[in-house]
């Protein structure tokens, strides 16, 4: 095997990974609330704060799934008991609010 160094992702990058691909993780998401007849949006805020999150802690674009599943986790257990529900928009704060409630655990110290 040949090993080699990479460079990091930038910022714009890793917000692209989250959002161009044909399989991206928040069209994944989409897909998914979707199937429970929920519009699903990401501000462009929120998508932010999870690039930040990952350049933070050096996680690169693999860390973006863990992140993402942290702050979606609580909400794909409410959204189907919830017929009411026809849209959820993921802002800024409330991805701030569920991954410090749920994903902190995850992160390890670099220390």
Do not use: C, W
């Amino acid at each position: 095997p040949i090993l080699t160094h990479l460079d990091n992702l930038d910022r714009k990058a890793l917000k692209k990974i989250l959002t161009e691909p044909k399989n991206a993780i928040t069209k994944q998401y989409k897909k998914l609330f979707e199937l429970d007849g929920v519009d699903l949006s990401f501000e462009p805020e929120a998508l932010d704060y999870f690039v930040d999150v990952a350049v933070e802690h050096e996680l690169g674009a693999r860390g973006l799934r863990g992140i993402m599943e942290a702050v979606m986790m609580n909400l794909m257990f409410e959204v189907p008991g919830k017929k009411t529900l026809k849209s959820f928009v993921v802002t800024r704060q409330y991805a701030q609010e569920q991954f410090e409630a749920n994903g902190k655990g995850l992160l390890k110290d670099k220390n």
